[in-house]
């Protein structure tokens, strides 16, 4: 006999009950891994900190930028900040 739940989100047969556990555990697999690797990045962050006392926020920056290959985008987005909080700031419009 086929079960079914019904939530707010909607009704659920046993077949769909399954492909959602399925789904869950998988999920929490990778979930596993990018937790691996976010420590993985986070000792290499700290051993260049210490080799070359640069402060990670930068280090961390320069890695994002250097894996998007977003430098114009992100130099771009700098300027408009820095115009539009002078901007708020000085109390000005520009």
Do not use: C, W
Request: charged share 35%.
């Amino acid at each position: 006999m086929t079960e079914t739940l019904e939530t707010v989100f909607g009704t659920l047969d046993d077949k769909q009950l399954k492909i959602l556990t399925d789904g869950l555990k998988e999920i929490s697999v990778h979930f596993s891994r990018v937790e691996r690797e976010k420590e993985a990045i986070k000792d290499i962050v700290d051993a260049v900190k210490d080799q070359i006392e640069l402060p990670k926020k930068i280090i961390n920056r320069l890695a994002k930028t250097y894996h998007k290959q977003n430098f114009a985008e992100q130099n771009t987005e700098d300027k408009e900040f820095a115009k539009l909080y002078v901007s708020v700031v000085s109390g000005h419009t520009a």
